[in-house]
């Protein structure tokens, strides 16, 4: 059976479309599908040596989905590779001393703090 739920973290589609599951299966009917860049949030869970993402609830709210679904998140088996990747790092990076750069993860970290100010100085910094 699935082994036990990883922590709730960040994730980000990397494949061109990846489709959610009604359940930890490939064969299990589709409940939607998701594109390249969409970001995830969920438990890593281990069905059959295959890594799946439940869904968080924030998630499943966000893209209008009523119960549970899953996410298939390396599709090597299938001959697709990695589907779905881990990204919890770059939502840490405010616990680092300095800013390695301000791109898009600095851009999302603001926004997510509610620093409107500094989303527009960076957005500002982007425009230029």
């Given amino acids: 059976g699935p082994s036990g739920l ?3 973290q ?3 589609v990397v494949h061109p479309r990846v489709v959610i599951r009604r359940d ?3 064969s299990s009917a589709p ?3 998701v ?3 969409t970001a995830l949030e969920g438990r ?3 069905v059959a040596n ?3 993402l439940a869904l968080a609830p924030q998630t499943l709210k966000q893209l209008g989905i009523q119960r ?3 996410v298939l998140m390396d599709g090597s088996s299938l001959g697709f590779g990695i589907l779905v990747k881990n990204v919890e790092e770059s939502f840490r990076f405010q616990a680092q001393p300095r800013i390695a750069s301000l791109g898009e993860t600095c851009l999302i970290a603001a926004i997510r703090q509610g620093n409107a100010r500094l989303a527009e100085k960076l957005l500002a910094g982007r425009a230029d």
């Fill in 6 to 8: 990883g922590e709730l």
């Fill in 35 to 37: 594109e390249a860049g």
């Fill in 68 to 70: 549970p679904a899953y």
């Fill in 50 to 52: 295959e890594p799946w």
């Fill in 44 to 46: 890593r869970i281990v």
């Fill in 31 to 33: 409940v939607y599908i």
């Fill in 24 to 26: 930890l299966s490939t």
């Fill in 10 to 12: 960040h994730y980000q």
